[in-house]
């Protein structure tokens, strides 16, 4: 067991992997810098999902004071492959511990682990936007916040299908089996394994209603919802407001059905759908897009190239001339280096450089969110032959803008 010490002022913190029996004490170090007391009924929910596997914690004087863990699973890149990933979650320090530099020590041995086991990609979702950067994530992929009211469907938007409303049990068993079988459709996406649905079943599922669309091959989407009322004593009539808490489907006909069944919910007054895709699209199928009210825009997923070659290779690009781009990565010395782009992949070379970055802004390249050229007027890549910055945008844009999709 590798065990690093850091030398703080106050005392050593000692970061090493998390030993079976030590889950607990850990997960109390998230849940208190969460604000929420880890009882033994919750704790009892969660152990399934918060394995010492893949988990690190920060020691001093014998017990947890910080955290951070990850399960594996596969991402979807550009082109359809779905690469080895780390999803990182339970990333605390406890409030008397911060800024002593536990949390550095905490990623720096949680990258050099990924990168032992062969994770090609780190994705995470961040609680704050300014930690991350510092450790190489990017935002890979941003979603929006839609509030639906008083919508109607075009003439001409897709329609056909049934939708159904499933009991606990039976959503439990098919909704974890539709998600896999329609497969990761668009870039950011993961696979939900069983150390995610462990919890996920009685979180999501249980405590939503769930509905399912079948289409001419049988079921292609699901919904998971719940209510709220909005009733109050100055406004009886007003009905309840219904979100959104996952919704996939396996092309756009499934989507329309399954929005069609949420509108047509009765007593409900407005359906918000937080999170979805940028190219979400409902707005055009409505009759009045202004029905489909963006009320916000986040950034949804992070990303951490773990081998940069692999990734680089990986993906699928669009048409262009060749682009060289140095990346320099202080964290994981083996990715630094020079490499060459074309329509056809992605290899290390020796020529000279075209644009020059750091990890974070290649992760916010690499799924296709924004282009490079967007990026470098921000002053986040830096431009070393101005010809080269157009065929760089169009060897990074993908067809589909990238969407995770999955709350971890």
């Known amino acids: 067991m ?11 913190y000692r970061i090493r992997p998390l030993e079976p029996g030590e889950e607990r004490a850990a997960f109390e170090v998230l849940g208190r810098a969460l604000h929420r007391t880890v009882t033994d009924e919750y704790w009892a929910r969660r152990e399934g999902s918060f394995p010492a596997e893949r988990r690190f914690g920060a020691f001093a004087s014998g017990e947890p004071v910080g955290v951070t863990g990850s399960f594996a699973t596969r991402l979807a890149v550009p082109g359809g492959k779905a690469l080895p990933a780390a999803a ?29 086991r062969g994770d090609v990609l780190a994705v995470l979702h961040a609680s704050e936007a300014t930690i991350y950067g510092r450790f190489g994530y990017g935002i890979a992929s941003r979603g929006q916040s839609l509030r639906v009211a008083g919508a109607s469907f075009r003439a001409d938007a897709p329609s056909g299908g049934e939708v159904r409303l499933l009991g606990t049990a039976e959503a439990q068993e098919l909704v974890p089996r539709l998600y896999a079988e329609m497969g990761l459709s668009r870039a950011g996406m993961i696979e939900r ?16 209603q769930v509905a ?27 009905g309840a407001a219904l979100t959104v808490g996952d919704l996939h489907a396996a092309d756009t006909a499934a989507v329309a059905g399954l929005w069609r069944f949420l509108l047509r919910v009765d007593l409900v007054s407005e359906v918000r759908a937080p999170g979805r895709p ?4 409902l707005a055009a199928m409505l009759t009045d897009p202004r029905a489909c009210a963006v009320t916000g825009l986040d950034d949804e997923s992070w990303l951490r ?7 680089l290779a990986a ?9 060289v781009v140095e990346v320099a990565d202080p964290q994981l010395p083996a990715n630094s280096g020079r490499y060459r782009i074309t329509p056809g992949g992605a290899e290390a ?25 967007a990026l470098a007027a921000a002053g986040r890549l830096e431009v070393l032959n101005p010809a080269a910055l157009p065929h760089a945008d169009t060897l990074f844009a993908t067809r589909v803008t990238p969407w995770c999709g999955t709350p971890f």
């Open 193 to 208: 394994r069983e150390v995610w649905w462990s919890y996920a079943r009685e979180r999501l599922i249980g405590e939503h």
């Open 278 to 281: 940028l190219d979400d699209p």
């Open 88 to 116: 990182v979650d339970g990333v605390a320090v406890r409030a008397d511990h911060t800024r002593r530099g536990v949390l550095t020590a905490l990623m720096a041995a949680q990258l050099a682990d990924c990168a032992r």
């Open 349 to 373: 070379t020796t020529g000279a450089a075209d644009l020059r970055t750091g990890p974070e802004t290649l992760a916010m390249l690499y799924l296709g969110d924004r282009p490079p050229s």
């Open 2 to 12: 590798v065990t690093i010490t850091v030398r703080g002022s106050s005392g050593d």
């Open 305 to 311: 190239l773990v081998d940069v070659p692999a990734a």
């Open 315 to 323: 993906r699928e690009w669009g048409p262009g001339e060749p682009v």
């Open 212 to 238: 399912v669309h079948s289409g001419p091959r049988g079921d292609d989407g699901f919904v998971l919802y719940r209510t709220e009322d909005l009733r109050t004593f100055d406004q009886p009539n007003l």
